[in-house]
């Protein structure tokens, strides 16, 4: 069975500085999905960015960018230029197709100080 | 476009008593899936349907059951409930069958069992 794991509950970081969040994942599928969802404060849940695996090429979106290593199974999250906005829980998760269904990790919390 | 709605938004009720938690998804959208997020635990997949169909069921007991309706509404019921039950319970759609898209969720139901 897949799992995902985050291994920081909760994070801080300035305003204006860069902050990776960190993802390992366990599967022993070779074509999934990995994904970064974003839960602010009492707000729905959107998707910041998606990653193939099939893909080696980091996805990017924005100040959003992914570190993707398939072989070490590991997809953390960086935010540059980080913004009061950013503050929010975030999620990592894991599709594998034709499933149905993501798995998420329990997630990070993050605070961006003014 | 509205988004995905849920009600309702609150909700309490007690243990041993029966709940009915209702999602309209986006419009377009086919694929409807439900979670139920608590602290520490992340979000549990229940169950995903696609065209009045349950496509997968995750790892929880009987009591938690779902439908989908023809236009693509869909509801979740929890009998019998129980302290542990207490939960925000999401809602996402998705425009395709939830195997590659993008997850649009609702605010989210939050119930507490007393």
Not at chain 1, 17 to 35: A, G, P, Q, R
Not at chain 1, 86 to 91: G, L, N, R, S
Request: aromatic share 12%; net charge positive; charged share 20%.
């Amino acid at each position: 069975a897949q799992t995902v794991t985050q291994s920081q509950p909760e994070m801080s970081v300035q305003e204006a500085e860069t902050v990776t969040l960190s993802c390992t994942y366990d599967t022993s599928e070779n074509n999934y999905y990995l994904f970064w969802y974003k839960q602010p404060p009492s707000r729905q849940m959107i998707l910041v960015i998606r990653q193939e695996a099939y893909k080696q090429q980091n996805a990017t979106e924005n100040r959003f960018s992914v570190n993707f290593q398939k072989a070490a199974k590991s997809f953390s999250l960086k935010i540059s230029d980080s913004q009061l906005g950013d503050t929010a829980m975030y999620f990592c998760a894991f599709m594998k197709p034709g499933t149905y269904k993501y798995i998420f990790g329990t997630g990070t919390r993050l605070k961006v100080l003014a | 476009k509205a988004g995905v709605t849920q009600t309702p938004r609150y909700l309490i009720k007690t243990r041993g008593q029966q709940v009915t938690l209702s999602c309209s998804p986006i419009s377009g959208h086919r694929s409807v899936s439900w979670y139920q997020q608590t602290p520490g635990q992340g979000l549990q997949f229940l169950f995903e349907y696609f065209s009045e169909t349950q496509r997968n069921k995750g790892n929880f007991p009987g009591r938690f059951s779902g439908r989908q309706f023809s236009n693509s509404r869909s509801e979740m019921n929890v009998s019998t409930l129980e302290l542990g039950d207490s939960a925000l319970y999401l809602c996402a759609s998705s425009e395709q069958p939830a195997n590659t898209g993008e997850l649009f969720f609702g605010e989210g139901s939050r119930l507490t069992v007393l």
